[in-house]
């Protein structure tokens, strides 16, 4: 995985150019790209419904949805975006090719990713021990997102757990980050399970074509209960040069994060039916309860949530040369909070 994950990036980074450009957006403006619609970048779309990115000063430009965390940070450093959301192996990523890359915010406080199978999975049931969960894995066709996402990092890890090797053990299934395409593909059998951001497990469920397998959010994973995962990151080129906009965005996103929280959970159904335009209503009934445990009230970075990931990180083998939490954490960001 290593292997795959160096060739896309290093791909993707000659196709964008390897100087490192600035922003190209006029003064006042921020263009944000992200993976998906996903549940951790649902405070941008709070943040926008909501004005909270007008009230504090900023206007975000162009919202490419890339599909996967390379292609995020491959836009960021052509300059193409000034912001990217995405996972922390994406910024891990970026740190590792240059060491001006920093985080802004902390959108989700745990590993947000879940291994769903259908009704019909042999070998073990979602009640089973976590060993036995991920041994009836072995040999099947998982589906994830792509090479080098955080769905390829769970199963690499997962199986690493249990003494086996995901490049050999099982076939991962690259399907994109389209729930209907991961959905489509465990209802047909082109897939037995699916490594897959939330609400996966949600939909599969109000579809009736699968259950949730193992789930680290859940506590199913010790060590990936809290995890700094879900994160909006950039350059401190960008810092440096539109502080103002950095700080404005910052604040919004803490705004839409205590909104979350706050606010009633039939307005937070209400407006995640608008962002996951199509979903089922069924499976949003738990979601309002699951973010609060999932997205933090503060944007902040606690240093313990911060070395979860650089452990995790460590033993998937995802990045070499892991950056420290002063190098990569904002001063404003870091916090002892456990």
Known sequence: MNRHLALLV?????VTGCAQRSSTTPPGVLNVGQISNSLAFFPLFVAEQKGYFTEEGVKLGERPRLGTGAK???ALKSGSIDLGAGVMTDAFNLARIDDKGRLVANLVDRYYVDVVVGPSFAGASPSDPLDQRIRALRGKKIGITGPGSGTEALVTYLFAKTGMNADTDCEMVNLGSTAASALGALKSGRVDALA??????????????????ISPAAGDVPGLDRTSHGVVF?????????????????????????????????EIIRLLGVYMKGIDPKALTE???????????????PRSSFEAALTFHRMTGLVKHLPTYEQIVPAALRTDAT
């Open 234 to 266: 950039t350059t401190q080129r960008i810092i440096d040069k539109k502080p103002k906009e950095v700080a404005a965005f910052q604040n919004a996103i803490g705004r839409a994060q205590r909104f979350i929280h706050e606010a009633d959970p039939d």
């Open 196 to 213: 897959f951001f939330q609400p996966i497990a949600q939909q599969a469920a109000a579809a009736g074509i699968g259950v949730r397998f």
């Open 72 to 74: 995020v940070a491959a």
């Open 287 to 301: 979601l309002p309860a699951l973010m609060r445990t999932e997205i933090p009230e503060s944007i902040g970075f």
């Open 10 to 14: 290093a791909l993707l980074l000659c």
